[in-house]
Structure formats: structure tokens, C-alpha cells
């Protein structure tokens, strides 16, 4: 099956800042990668999501950038703020099947 | 109000014992699933339902068992078998298809054997 590796498991950055957390995976045939933040105590939210016939995709702060080859995709956070503080997992999934998170990354933002 | 509810919020149980997890959402999803959330070790997955009267396992399903009676319910329960069943259990569905691929998530169940 998917294996799914995200980079680092803990982030901080001063606010203002930019963030970027990085996921590997395994399984050449993904071709849906989403993004999910969930805040303490919350369920896990899509934020963003890229699909395999993209490199890259913005929505305001957030960016995504997807490497086939290289089979990795990153997430980008600019001007950082303190309600981005969460956890951020990356996800992959292969047509119809199970989406595979990563082991998650810890955001804190420093005011 | 559309959604997928999870209950209850917090659960104790007592070792030995079963305990049944809820999941309910009225979404119309086809496919539902059960993860199980540790610390820093992101969402495991118990076992997946894609219609109803069907389901499979994920990658920790022992000691779990789950039914799909219905498209709205997929129950979980957490039986006397599982060797450390203290965690943070999500439930969440999706349509099936590759143009609807978003999963949306219950708010979760925090289990804890005492």
C-alpha cells in the first residue's frame, strides 16, 4: 500500500513568517493529495488539495506544490498568524481508495 | 444542517469490556471510515465501509469490529481484544467517485480504558 511521510513532525515560526511542511509518498499511481489542519480538539478540516495534473495551487496564504517524479508535495504558509497554529497532516490516495495520512506536523506560530 | 456526528465526545471504559463508538452523517456518502489518532502518529486506519452490508479492514483492525446496516451508520466497537484501546477515534465520510474526493470528519470520540 501508500506510504505516506511528513516532514517535520514540529514547526515554529515567529508570525509573519512563512511555513513550509513536506510529505513524501510512495505509490506512483496517487493522484489526489489534500491537506488537512486540525486545531486541538477538533476534527481534521481539507484546507487545500492538489490533483496529479497540477504542480502547484494557491488559495489565498496557502500554497501547494506537487513533484510527480520526485513524488513529493509540499505545503506553504506565508504571513503566518496565530490561528494557524494546529496540526497539519498531507494525505495521498490512489483513484477511489483509502486516503494514507502522514504522521502529522505541529504548528506553532510565535506572536 | 448536513453533517457527521460522533458519539459521545468522551467515553470511559472499564478493561474487559466492550464499547460501541457512533457514527452517524446525512450526507448521502457512500463511503465511510474509522480512524484512530495517537500521539505522533497521525490517523491509522481501523476498517472502511463503500456501501452498505460491505465493509474491510485497514491496517489496525484487531480487536475492532464494525457493521454497515445502513448508509447514514457506521458503528464501531472497540472490543476486550484490543491491547490498548486509550486513543482519539475519527469517523469520517466521502462520496464515493474521482470527482468527489473531499473526506469530511465527525468531531471525535476520546476513548479511555480506567
Known amino acids: 500500500g501508500e506510504n505516506v511521510e511528513q516532514h517535520p513532525s514540529t514547526l515554529s515560526v515567529q508570525e509573519g513568517d512563512s511555513a513550509v511542511i513536506k510529505c513524501t509518498y510512495s505509490d506512483s499511481a496517487s493522484n489526489y493529495f489534500p491537506w488537512y489542519k486540525q486545531e486541538l480538539g477538533k476534527r481534521p478540516q481539507l484546507i487545500i488539495d492538489?490533483?496529479?495534473?497540477?504542480g502547484e495551487k494557491k488559495d489565498q496564504r496557502i500554497a501547494v506544490t506537487l513533484n510527480k517524479t520526485a513524488k513529493h508535495f509540499s505545503l506553504h504558509i506565508t504571513e503566518t498568524q496565530p490561528e494557524d497554529s494546529a496540526v497539519y497532516f498531507c494525505a495521498a490516495r490512489t483513484g477511489a481508495n483509502n486516503l494514507f495520512f502522514g504522521t502529522g506536523t505541529r504548528l506553532t506560530v510565535i506572536p | 444542517d448536513g453533517g457527521i456526528t460522533q458519539s459521545p465526545k468522551y467515553l470511559f471504559r472499564k478493561e474487559g469490556q466492550n464499547v460501541t463508538l457512533s457514527c452517524e452523517q446525512n450526507l448521502n456518502h457512500d463511503a465511510m471510515y474509522w480512524y484512530r489518532q495517537d500521539p505522533g502518529q497521525g490517523l491509522r486506519l481501523i476498517y472502511y465501509?463503500?456501501?452498505?452490508?460491505?465493509?474491510q479492514k485497514g491496517d489496525i483492525a484487531e480487536g475492532y469490529s464494525v457493521s454497515r446496516e445502513k448508509k447514514e451508520s457506521f458503528p464501531l466497537t472497540v472490543t476486550s481484544a484490543q491491547k490498548n484501546p486509550t486513543a482519539f477515534y475519527l469517523c469520517?465520510?466521502?462520496?464515493?467517485?474521482?470527482?468527489?474526493?473531499?473526506?469530511?470528519f465527525g468531531q471525535g470520540t476520546r476513548l479511555t480504558v480506567v
Open positions: 469520517a465520510s466521502r462520496n464515493r467517485g474521482l470527482g468527489n474526493t473531499e473526506a469530511f
Open positions: 465501509s463503500q456501501i452498505v452490508n460491505d465493509f
Open positions: 492538489i490533483r496529479s495534473n497540477v
